[in-house]
């Protein structure tokens, strides 16, 4: 089978992890579980003895010092640098245009955990044999809780044993229909992971959304390569409209498929879902730096220095970063974006 091209997008403003997340070094490039940067992990997770291609990376500029540092000497990869940021679908044709039409590209987020690789790659194979095949394939995450933040998928009839066709793309859902959804059994999570043919991206792209397509090409074409950088026309790209692949593409494709995928995988998309990312003891808590908990449950203690004490609470996080301190309910953790020294930063 072709190797796949991992394209990896990389950005973000970061304020949802406040105060250890920030705009200059946002999630994607901090080691929140286990020593490596959630980057890092994405691009060891596509290595090339498992049928990976070099990976693309596509960046804005304020990030491509975290993402040179941070490659690795990852050979052979390459760097678009976005002149601005203007969301999945025109970042996601930036690298189409850079690659062979018949290439299948694996577009992966930077800054999701995934706890078991191997599932990842299970997945990554078959999503890549729907694509050769000429369907634009989501990751159907295992839904393992009613969740609210993400969107969903509705499974389709089977496709061979690879997948499924996509019957439906949901928006985030209240609570009760997000129950609903669980007990159906018949819905996955949205990750936000694709695969499909390079043409056969284009093609939708230029069919369901033409202003888009139009000005990327324009901007590719009038790009300039520096070494294995490579910088769009920034002028070409400052007008095309902001919008993400799912809705200026997926949810618009005959062709939207999807294979499940059950790979403890984590958005990691506020402090609550990093405690649950990691290791825990026996009454929940987890703490990272220097810390002393007495009488608590589910307790989140991250300090980058001072020494933290909890005495008696549950369900509290608390966040030391330089002098920034941050304490929250677990409830209240969906929030922390909405603070005026997240948004400030």
């Not at 590719?220 to 809705?247: L, M, N, T, W």
């Amino acid at each position: 089978m072709t190797d796949i091209v991992p394209v990896i997008l990389c950005g973000g403003s970061g304020t949802r992890l406040w105060p250890r997340s920030r705009a200059i070094m946002p999630k994607p490039f901090l080691p929140l579980v286990g020593d490596r940067t959630l980057f890092e992990a994405t691009i060891a997770r596509c290595p090339l003895r498992a049928g990976f291609a070099a990976p693309v990376v596509v960046t804005g500029r304020k990030h491509l010092g975290h993402v040179e540092a941070q490659l690795d000497g990852a050979s052979g990869a390459s760097v678009i640098v976005e002149p601005a940021a203007k969301n999945t679908a025109a970042a996601i044709a930036l690298a189409a245009l850079r690659l062979p039409a018949d290439a299948i590209m694996l577009v992966c987020p930077s800054d999701h955990h995934i706890g078991n690789p191997q599932a990842f790659a299970v997945a990554a194979k078959a999503a890549a044999a729907l694509a050769g095949e000429g369907w634009l394939v989501s990751f159907g995450i295992e839904p393992k809780s009613p969740e609210t933040g993400f969107g969903y998928l509705k499974r389709g009839e089977a496709i061979g044993e690879l997948g499924f066709r996509t019957a439906q793309f949901v928006e985030k859902p209240d609570l009760e229909r997000a129950q609903a959804f669980l007990a159906e059994g018949c819905y996955a999570w949205n990750g936000g992971i694709f695969a499909f043919r390079v043409k056969d991206f284009l093609e939708e792209l230029a069919a369901h959304r033409p202003a888009i397509a139009a000005s990327v090409a324009e901007a590719v074409e009038k790009g300039r390569e520096d070494g294995f950088r490579f910088y769009p026309d920034a002028r070409a790209f400052a007008g095309i409209d902001s919008e993400s692949v799912d809705y200026a593409v997926m949810e618009n494709t005959s062709r939207a498929a999807m294979v499940p995928a059950d790979m403890d995988w984590s958005d990691i998309g506020n402090w609550q879902a990093l405690h649950a990312a990691r290791e825990s003891n026996a009454d929940g808590n987890s703490v990272t730096g220097r810390a002393e908990l007495v009488d608590c449950r589910n307790v989140l203690v991250d300090s980058d220095g001072p020494r933290v004490s909890v005495i008696g609470l549950s369900d509290v996080i608390v966040v030391v970063d330089g002098d920034e301190v941050l304490v929250t309910s677990a409830d209240g953790a969906q929030k922390v974006g909405k603070l005026s020294g997240a948004a400030n930063q």
